[in-house]
């Protein structure tokens, strides 16, 4: 069910079956954002100001129990399997009403994305950006592809006593963005601290592992990767493009760490703008 929007300025506000959304409306094609863990669709608000991107349909999903999208439904006591999945989605593809999309799944973001393409062929989906992705979750793969940094941020983060400390959201925000934005930092940081402690152990709890379905996807990817990673192993996402397909195509970020799209919005921007127009011609 969609719920009326309110505008914010240019921006639209809305809910669609529980999952808020934020949305700068155009005629041209779509992209949807999906956040990682800890996440919220508000830390894309520096590509929805993106000057390269104007001509472009944004839309930002909060997935259930994060940022906007946070209701007693989506609370304590529920199960794993009800975080980062691909029927999450459903409701705000729909809101595209048939127009090329292009998907953009930051770490473990890759994940419902992957789902949904899966099961869904109703919506004219023709491409998918990844930005340091992550395609596992839940399993020893995961805990081996985690940077050494970020397994001890999460410790952090995922401790009764430690988890709510402004230093704890502090040390994951700097593990996140490896650049000084101290305004997307704070964004970070709001993200997480909304983000209940049920939520954030159940989101990495679900055994999933998505990597052969990109490898066969024959979809085009474009992968957005920073060489400066600190928060997973990028080898994998490297690979993808190794693999010979000509669908798929790699962008190295040399001196950006797991938030590409914000250390370095302009070449981002311009990069995925390209990608969109080659893909929804």
Known sequence: MIQPTATNGAREVGLVDGVRYLR???AGPSIIFVHGFCGSGDLFDVVFDSAALEDFDLIAVDLPGHGGSITSHWGEGQGSDLFFRGDHLKGVANLTQG???VWVGWSLGAIPIAEFLKEDSQVNSCGV???GPSFVAGNQKAIERAGEGFSRSLRSMLSLEKSARPETLLDFA???C????PLFKLALVGGASLTSMAVRRASLSRDVDVE????NLQLPVLVSIGARDSVINVSPAMELVSSGSSTKSLSI??????????EDCSRYSAELAEFVRSVTR
Do not use: C, W
């Open 24 to 26: 700068r409306r155009t």
């Open 99 to 101: 127009k090329p999309l």
């Open 253 to 262: 970020y040399a001196e950006i760490g797991h938030s590409v799209f914000a």
């Open 212 to 215: 052969a379905f990109y490898r």
């Open 178 to 181: 490896g650049r000084d934005l």
């Open 129 to 131: 950006n990844l930005i």
């Open 174 to 176: 700097d593990i996140i």
